[in-house]
């Protein structure tokens, strides 16, 4: 049975715009080891701003419109910030998401891709741009490599001080899509114990296996943007911001609305508090 205090901390969290589904999930969360955080969106702003444009072909307007144009149906945070950018120009038709790498569609009837490093590797595509830690988002058209876009994105604030409470009682890991060496950089800033970068969604779920496998319960905090998987798999899934996918919140155990990170210290509290009541 239920303890009803637990219905108490339930109700109490909801009045803030947190929405904690499982009768079980506020006491699995004073019983964590670990925590695991997704970096875009979730622990940075995912405003990213434009840094520089690297153009290979074409003019720099023409990239930016024609990545405006490929990325207009794609919720990730950094198409959205294409997309203050740039105006579509006509609306693109096969679009798809390739899973952790970017999106792909075809405009005028050309094959148009806009994605990562990865994604230029799967696609065979040669790249003579140097690497920058920062986030690059390739413009491929035709199989040929017109450009980058490079954003920069920042830690939002408060999250610093969340990392610093929960790392106070649980281990902190960083599991991100993004570059090694820019997720390495950024868990380094936020002093989490183990960051690990270039992960596509599946290995995502690999990732927080291992940890479950050393025994460790594991909470997860995504923006649920290609989270689904992980948020199943954690012991805790917690979906926050406001681009969350269904899937991710019908996944997830615990919703947050909005974006301040500091509802999780919270929540951590709330649970204890709750259990204290309980015993
Ligand atoms: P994360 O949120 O940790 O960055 P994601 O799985 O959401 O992980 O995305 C992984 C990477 O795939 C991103 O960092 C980005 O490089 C690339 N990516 C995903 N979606 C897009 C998109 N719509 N346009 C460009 N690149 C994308
Ligand atoms: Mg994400």
């Given amino acids: 049975s239920v303890p009803l205090s637990m219905f108490a901390g339930v109700g109490r969290a909801s009045k803030d715009g947190m929405f904690i589904k499982g009768s079980t999930s ?8 670990a925590i695991a955080f997704d970096k875009t969106g979730t622990l940075t702003d995912g405003n990213f701003t434009l840094a520089q444009v690297d153009v290979l072909k074409g ?7 024609l990545a405006a144009t490929a990325e207009q149906y794609s919720n990730h945070p950094i198409a959205r910030s294409i997309l203050e950018k740039a105006t ?26 806009a994605g990562n490093d990865a994604m230029l590797q799967a696609m065979g595509v040669e ?9 690059s988002v390739y413009i491929v058209k035709d199989g040929e490599l017109l450009g980058r876009i490079v954003f920069s994105d920042s830690v939002k604030p408060g999250v610093k001080e969340a990392l610093k ?22 868990g380094k800033e936020l002093g989490i114990d183990e960051s690990v970068g270039g992960l596509l969604p599946g290995e995502k779920v690999e990732a927080l296996n291992r940890a479950l496998k050393r025994n460790e319960k594991v909470v997860y905090v995504g923006d649920g943007i290609n989270d689904a ?4 798999k954690s012991d805790v899934g917690i979906a926050m911001g406001t681009g ?20 999780i ?15």
């Fill in 165 to 186: 409470k929960l790392s106070g009682f649980l281990k902190t890991y960083l599991f991100s899509g993004d570059k090694k060496e820019l997720v390495d950089a950024v």
């Fill in 127 to 135: 790249n003579p741009l140097q690497s920058i830690p920062k986030t």
């Fill in 88 to 113: 579509p120009q006509g609306t693109p038709e096969n679009y798809r998401e390739l899973s952790g790498k970017g999106i792909s569609c075809t405009v005028d009837g050309k094959i148009v891709a």
């Fill in 229 to 232: 998987p992980v948020l199943a």
């Fill in 26 to 33: 506020l006491e699995a969360l004073a019983d964590a080891d």
């Fill in 244 to 263: 969350g996918s269904d899937m991710a919140i019908e996944t997830a155990d615990v919703v947050i609305l909005g974006d301040d990170i500091g509802r």
């Fill in 265 to 279: 210290p919270f929540l951590f509290d709330l649970s204890k508090q709750t259990r204290k009541i309980c015993y």
């Fill in 59 to 65: 003019t720099e307007e023409d990239l930016l419109a």
